[in-house]
């Protein structure tokens, strides 16, 4: 069909006998309801024709009901579909593709590469039946249909979420995930000798007061995040903190940076960002003491927010 879809588990012919999910479609964005009796007037060619509009990622409007002009009888009012529901695949469809098994999991970035048709038909498949798992046999040909292995495997769904089909680096889209309260923990451990060590905690080097410079150094660099790593997005950030744990005896400063926000995507390369650079200015403002300063175990201590949920670091113990 020209420039328009019908899905083969819709199991409509070609002479379009039902409204097809994109014929539907088309007539929810723009708010009208149409009878069965009105569908079977138009002819085929306007029948094709609104199919093609609803396949449209952006439906026009006016075309539609240009279309409908030929419906008797005429098309009634109702309320507008609000497409921002396709943006994230709904709770419910998410816990019938979970009835299906692991093979039907649906990534952020599966999701974001499909089509608004694709998502309104999966949309669809899932509010079709009871909650059974035997009750979701539309929904399983649905996906096996539109998320095809290769498409999932495209979208990034073996891993590669930031690379195009075609190899080139890309910033994933986040535009379709909820807002969150997203956190994150960061640590980095700079060592030197002790001596060294207690000239930072008696704010006596060189340069001044090590940790207070250090702690705004860090700050400012977790600000600065998506302009140091290519594909970061920027993240309106609600609090950024640095603190330090200084060991004299050991020689060495523990910087932890934390890292908060109300966002689509985390804060973990924020926190990580601004432990690397505190510890980079402690160094700075030491070197004319000590120029073997060490700084070593970069990491991420836990991170909260997102699909993805709670992650915490192992402690050394638990991993031995």
């Not at 030929?70 to 695949?89: F, G, I, M, N, Y």
């Not at 073996?158 to 909820?178: E, F, I, Q």
Request: a negative charge.
């Amino acid at each position: 069909m020209k420039d328009g879809k019908v899905f083969g588990f819709e199991e409509i012919n070609g002479a379009l006998p039902l409204p097809p999910c994109a014929a539907r479609r088309a007539l929810e964005v723009v708010g009208l309801r149409l009878s069965f009796t009105a569908w079977e007037t138009l002819p085929l060619d306007q029948r094709r024709a609104l199919v093609a509009l609803g396949s449209a990622d952006d439906v026009d409007h006016e075309a539609v009901k240009a279309v409908l002009v030929a419906a008797e009888p005429e098309p009634s009012p109702t309320q507008r579909a609000d497409e921002s529901r396709l943006h994230a695949p709904s709770e419910r469809l998410l816990a019938a593709l979970g009835t299906l098994g692991e093979q039907h999991m649906l990534s952020d970035a599966t999701w974001s590469a499909l089509s608004m048709l694709e998502r309104y038909a999966l949309q669809g498949a899932a509010s079709v039946g009871g909650r059974a798992p035997q009750a979701y046999g539309k929904l399983r040909t649905a996906y096996d249909e539109i998320v095809t292995p290769e498409r999932a495997s495209e979208a990034g769904a073996a891993g590669l979420t930031h690379l195009s089909p075609s190899g080139a680096a890309r910033m994933v889209g986040v535009g379709h995930k909820p807002v969150t309260q997203r956190q994150a923990r960061a640590t980095a451990s700079v060592r030197m000798l002790p001596e060294t060590a207690a000239r930072v905690t008696a704010a006596s080097g060189p340069k001044g007061d090590v940790l207070a410079v250090a702690r705004v150094a860090g700050i400012m660099a977790a600000k600065r995040t998506p302009d140091l790593i290519p594909l970061c997005h920027g993240i309106a950030l609600s609090q950024v903190t640095v603190d330090f744990a200084v060991d004299v005896e050991a020689g060495r400063v523990t910087v932890e940076a934390t890292a908060e926000a109300n966002d689509r995507t985390g804060v973990e390369m924020e926190a990580m960002v601004a432990a690397s650079v505190a510890a980079l200015t402690v160094y700075d403002m030491l070197k004319a003491v000590e120029r073997g300063i060490v700084i070593e175990q970069i990491v991420l201590l836990e991170k909260s927010g997102g699909r993805s949920g709670h992650y915490r670091r192992p402690s050394p113990e638990a991993g031995s």
